[in-house]
């Protein structure tokens, strides 16, 4: 799902994906501004078919946080 | 005339043991939040040992309850606080510290080039002494200053604006009044960044009603501001109108996540639509929403309203005004043209004035002017004021642009396109950069994602406007970029749109 996850921020933010690092942050992305991660929040929903929680989204800053969110995500519904 | 201090210590310890402020990772009550203070004046006192005059404490810390604590430190000492962010590049910061020169920086680690003073060791501070006590109420009732806060001017260069202690606790004091019905708030969430007055707004609210103080993390991450106001049962919110709107369109589509608690919403800082406040009357009902405005030199605020009760200023589609000016401050308006005295540069004079730009005489004697013996700030807004008395911003005087020989504010085109059917955010911008051959570009973004509604736009100016006034250029976006401050980044937009011109080239 790396990649998918990482289309949609690069999508979101107009960066290719090439600069997005599982590192790279809203807070050293300039164009990582409040509406860009609720875009980003919403369109990770949509990928995964269902909200998240306030908690599960709260400490997803960054390109890995959010990879690793979703690969959980799809671990978890997987199992069941 | 108390000091701000002296008004918080005496809230806090009317209910010592209950919360006074909190972030992300907890909260403090009064008591634990005053031995903060406590420790942290010790530190700074062991560094200025000797020093009588009132100077400058740099706070450079993380955004914590510790740097709202620094805050009061500064001021229980009769000193004043330059508000500084760990986020800025070195180079903005010691640009900075150089122009406000401060005596001390507090920060987590030794920083070179800067006077600092790392906090690491405040656990091991001893009490608060009689003899420091006593010297400390001196200089507070002999103290001038209670903050410099930096924004950038229009030529992009940072000025220090000196806020003295009667401005703030003039300020203070229309806070008590003005709101006195949300007097029994109980807690308001600091959403802004520490180095904006929105910031000094909240804490000024805190002090005229004895609020609690929450720090959200980081001004971006909305997120964390809705956990907050939840958890925390925020009763009070001030922010810039793209926070609030961005929030509140976010809260409505969310079923794990209320805002009942929200009695007062202020926004300042940047116009808005009437559909903000339909978005917010929806999300919160019961709250009352109130806009204010005022540059930083004018300490924080100087115009304000409840929007509330401006159905009929509504119902004549005319936009949002800013509100009518603060009791205590002369307002007036220079006409720009003899033809038209309903239309100018807002001037204010009075207690809230800025004492001026730090290590900047002329700078100062520029922003200010005098008009039948009264010495007035130059707001640099251009403004309209209604037969009630209410002022509505028409622009900045230095956005004015001649284009074809008429002057043209590209605000006026923005409030004129606001109530199109299908738009959510408009912002326009005159290219100049080829003066023969000026553009009036107007970026929307439409409520319908995608949907191309430039025609509608055309044709909504065209019967409102003068054809001179009417974009050349409508360019559909999926959201406008936002600058830290929360307020359009004209900048982008140009960058975006020449950047789109070289494509299509």
């Known amino acids: 799902m790396e990649k998918q996850v990482k289309e949609l921020i690069a999508k979101v933010l107009n960066e290719p994906v090439e600069s997005l690092k599982e590192e790279t942050t809203m807070y050293d992305t300039p164009k990582w501004d409040s509406l860009a991660h609720i875009n980003i929040i919403c369109g990770i929903e949509k990928m995964l078919g269902r909200p998240l929680t306030l908690d599960e989204i709260i400490s997803n800053t960054s390109v890995g946080d959010w990879v690793n969110i979703v690969n959980k995500k799809i671990g978890e519904s997987n199992k069941k | ?505």
């Open chain 2, 1 to 505: 005339m108390k000091n701000p201090f002296e008004i918080w210590q005496k809230n806090l310890l009317s209910h010592p043991d209950q919360t006074a402020c909190g972030d992300e990772c907890g909260v403090l009550t009064g008591q634990e939040v005053l031995t903060l203070v406590d420790r942290l004046c010790v530190l700074i006192e062991s560094r200025l040992q000797g020093r009588k005059d009132s100077v400058g404490i740099g706070i450079f810390l993380p955004r914590d309850n510790t740097y709202l604590a620094a805050m009061f430190a500064a001021w229980r000492m009769g000193h004043y606080f330059i508000p500084l962010n760990t986020r800025w590049p070195r180079e903005h910061l010691m640009k900075i510290v150089k122009k406000a020169d401060p005596a001390v920086v507090l920060t987590l680690e030794n920083i070179d080039g800067i006077p600092s003073l790392s906090i690491k060791d405040l656990a091991q501070q001893p009490a608060v002494s009689e003899t420091l006590n006593r010297q400390w109420a001196k200089r507070r009732s002999q103290a001038r200053l209670a903050y410099i806060i930096f924004t950038s001017g229009s030529t992009g260069e940072q000025k220090g604006v000196m806020i003295s202690l009667p401005a703030f606790m003039a300020y203070v004091d229309w806070a008590k009044k003005y709101f006195q019905a949300h007097r029994n708030n109980k807690a308001l969430l600091i959403t802004a960044e520490l180095t904006f007055d929105i910031t000094l707004g909240d804490i000024a609210f805190a002090l005229a009603h004895d609020v609690e103080v929450h720090l959200s993390p980081d001004p971006r991450n909305l997120i964390w501001h809705a956990k907050l106001i939840q958890d925390r049962q925020i009763d009070t919110f001030y922010s810039v109108p793209s926070t609030i709107r961005h929030l509140f369109s976010w809260i409505q589509g969310r079923h794990d996540v209320s805002f009942q608690h929200l009695k007062l919403v202020v926004s300042g800082g940047d116009a808005f639509p009437w559909e903000l406040v339909d978005l917010v009357k929806s999300t919160a009902p019961q709250a009352e929403f109130y806009n204010v405005y005022g540059p930083t030199e004018v300490t924080i605020n100087c115009v304000a309203t409840r929007v509330d009760d401006l159905k009929n200023i509504r119902q004549k589609r005319l936009p949002v005004p800013i509100g009518l000016p603060f009791l205590h401050l002369q307002t007036m308006l220079q006409p720009e043209h003899p033809g038209d005295p309903k239309t100018g540069e807002l001037l204010v004079a009075g207690l809230q004035c800025m004492d001026g730009y730090v290590g900047d005489p002329e700078l100062t004697a520029k922003a200010f002017t005098t008009i039948e013996g009264q010495r007035y700030y130059r707001t640099g807004d251009l403004v309209t004021q209604d037969e009630q008395g209410y002022y509505y911003v028409q622009g900045r005087m230095d956005n004015l642009v001649k284009v074809k020989g008429y002057r043209i504010n590209p605000t006026e085109i923005d409030n004129a396109l606001a109530d199109t059917l299908g738009l959510k955010e408009v912002k326009t911008v005159i290219f100049r950069e080829d003066e023969s051959d000026k553009q009036i570009v107007s970026f929307f973004v439409p409520v319908v994602q995608g949907k191309d509604i430039s025609l509608e736009l055309e044709n909504h100016c065209r019967q409102k406007l003068p054809s001179y006034m009417v974009p050349q250029v409508f360019v559909l976006l999926g959201s406008l970029p936002m600058g830290s401050s929360g307020k359009y980044d004209v900048q982008m937009l140009r960058a975006k749109y020449l950047e789109m011109l070289k494509v299509n080239h």
